[in-house]
């Protein structure tokens, strides 16, 4: 009796003093593994000779290249896929140890249409695309009608049509190449379209409807999720229709967070502008408290290296968005586009080698 009962005794205190332990915490990701770089590739020339000529992508420090595929080019006829491109791509990319990162490109921001042509034919589609006004575009002139706008084009992803054949594309780049790529990401969630009125509300057109185009990217997240297991899944979010936060918060964009979560996907969005008052209450609040046992990334894209930090009332410069991105948003990746002169006069002489992070 006396033997059982110093059992008892000693495993009562071995179960008490673990239950005081501490839970383990996810190691943090600045420590297990450094922010990486990619450079930032918005369209591919004939036979990718950009990319093949491309010197930046030889430096150490940069991992890979991001580079936006259109869906136009990936589906040229309906049903039939060429993704000789990327299949190019990932073998040049490869034979200079780098990694290959793919931009799904529906939406188009000049008078090009990244759809294919037959969306726009049959009437199945109901137009396939939708004019975006851009009403809020610093450099839009105010005295040109939105009719004549030029500053782009998306896909009617609200349209069950339109999604369904979007869904299969993304299936399809699923099956090839999954766990060969370092990851994917949509085109941003921000859709410019409708008219301001005065009292703050916006009128949108008659074939546009807000909620339906936030269910249609909860959708298409789904689908990129379960097709890329092995790769990175990435959603885009930086503005949403019809929400401004925090005022106006109809749970569009902490939905949206809340899935991509749940389905343990990466997220991140174009523009990396530290502390700029536009971005801070949207996407960049979200971004911050998102876990940081999954995966975050941001481009740097035209015009953020010119934008001024609210912070210190003066031009960003590389170590302000490297501190942004590090200890304030928590990111994996930052894409670079190759904005000159600041790509070469400071992005490649300020960038520190990635061993040093």
């Not at 990701?29 to 930032?40: A, C, D, G, T, V």
């Not at 370092?182 to 409807?209: K, L, M, Q, R």
């Not at 343990?264 to 408290?289: C, T, W």
Request: charged share 25%; glycine share 6%; proline share 7%.
């Amino acid at each position: 009796m006396f033997r059982w009962t110093i059992l008892l005794s000693l495993f009562l205190s071995a179960a008490s003093v673990a239950s005081i332990q501490p839970e383990p915490q996810p190691e943090s990701k600045s420590e297990s593994q450094p922010l990486q770089h990619f450079i930032y590739i918005n369209h591919r020339e004939a036979n990718g000779e950009n990319i093949r000529a491309d010197k930046a992508l030889r430096d150490p420090r940069f991992g890979g290249a991001q580079i936006v595929y259109t869906w136009r080019c990936l589906e040229p006829k309906q049903g039939e896929y060429d993704f000789s491109a990327i299949r190019a791509d990932i073998a040049y990319l490869d034979s200079i140890g780098k990694k290959l990162w793919i931009q799904l490109q529906d939406k188009s921001f000049t008078p090009r249409v990244n759809v294919p042509r037959y969306l726009l034919d049959d009437p199945i589609y109901q137009g396939g695309v939708l004019k975006q006004s851009m009403l809020s575009a610093p450099e839009r002139d105010p005295n040109k009608p939105v009719t004549d706008d030029e500053y782009g084009w998306s896909a009617k992803m609200w349209e069950p049509s339109v999604r369904a054949r979007y869904q299969q594309l993304v299936r399809q780049l699923g099956q090839e190449f999954d766990g060969k790529i370092a990851g994917i990401n949509f085109s941003e969630s921000s859709i410019d379209v409708g008219t301001e009125n005065a009292d703050g509300t916006t009128t949108f057109p008659s074939d546009f409807n807000p909620k339906a185009y936030i269910d249609a990217i909860g959708e298409n997240m789904q689908v990129l999720a379960e097709s890329f297991q092995h790769s990175t899944a990435m959603v885009y979010l930086n503005f949403l229709p019809d929400e401004w936060l925090p005022w106006n918060d109809k749970g569009y964009m902490r939905g949206l967070f809340a899935q991509a979560k749940s389905l343990n996907m990466g997220v991140g969005g174009p523009d990396l502008m530290p502390y700029r008052k536009s971005h801070m209450a949207q996407s960049y609040a979200f971004i911050k408290e998102y876990p940081v046992t999954l995966v975050k990334g941001m481009a740097v894209q035209d015009g953020n290296l010119r934008q001024i930090n609210p912070k210190t009332g003066k031009k960003n410069t590389v170590p302000d968005l490297l501190d942004f991105a590090q200890n304030y948003l928590g990111l994996d990746y930052i894409f670079w586009v190759e904005d000159e002169p600041y790509f070469t006069d400071e992005v490649l002489q300020q960038l520190p080698d990635t061993k040093a992070n």
